[in-house]
């Protein structure tokens, strides 16, 4: 099975720090991997994505990193605030697949006021 | 505003009824999934579908079925419902293409009783 695996599971931090959501993956043939945002009550939604022919990805104050050899790729939230209080899943997907993603399990992030 | 409706937003059911959730999107979107979110385990794939009258099978396809006989809907039928299928339900839709985003539905919160 191809895993995408995503920690923390929940995270508290206060407004203005930078929260850093982790992923891994396993199958080197994922070439595309997306995080998607979701708020209670309501779908999830692209926030951002990266191709591993790139290390980052910025837009705005949420950051993509991305190691290709470690297999492993990060969301940072600069500058966090309450609004940004979501479910933040990371996915991977491959051509291969005909991009069906696989999402990780989800990260609960809590930005106090 | 094109947009992907669900319906119902909330159900109940009794083990072994069959239970039908709808998914209609106005995106003229080919490609349309059906996913299962439980705590611990993100969002899994359940049936995909990339065109009218073409249907596949997810990673927790067992128990649920879908047909595809427009562009607009994907309806996902559970044939015998389970105590064990007491989830939230999402559709999705995207445009053909690799970094094509999928647009979700605000979900289906199923339970099985």
């Not at chain 1, 043939?29 to 022919?53: E, M, N, T």
């Not at chain 2, 490609?31 to 993100?42: A, E, P, S, T, V």
């Not at chain 2, 879908?66 to 339900?89: G, K």
């Amino acid at each position: 099975q191809q895993q995408v695996k995503q920690s923390p599971q929940s995270l508290i931090v206060q407004k203005g720090g930078i929260p850093i959501i982790n992923c891994a993956y396993e199958n080197t043939a994922f070439d595309y991997f997306p995080w998607y945002q979701q708020f209670p009550g309501k779908g999830p939604a692209l926030l951002i994505a990266i191709r591993p022919d790139v290390s980052e990805k910025k837009e705005g104050r949420f950051t993509i990193s991305f190691n290709k050899s470690a297999k492993q790729f990060s969301l940072h939230i600069m500058d966090s605030q309450p609004g940004d209080s979501a479910t933040y899943f990371c996915a991977a997907s491959m051509q291969s697949s005909a991009r069906q993603l696989t999402f990780g399990s989800g990260t609960q992030l809590t930005v106090l006021p | 505003d094109a947009e992907i409706t669900q319906s119902p937003r909330h159900k109940i059911t009794e083990t072994g009824r069959q239970v039908t959730l709808a998914c209609h999107q106005t995106w003229n979107h080919n490609n349309m999934f059906w996913y299962r979110q439980d705590l611990g385990h993100g969002l899994r794939l359940i049936h995909y579908s990339y065109g009218v009258q073409d249907t596949n099978k997810g990673e927790v396809s067992d128990g649920y079925s879908v047909s595809r006989s427009n562009t607009e809907d994907l309806p996902l039928t559970l044939e015998s419902a389970a105590s064990s299928q007491t989830s939230v339900y999402f559709c999705a839709s995207s445009r053909t293409g690799w970094n094509s985003p999928l647009h979700f539905g605000n979900g289906t919160r199923l339970t099985v009783t």
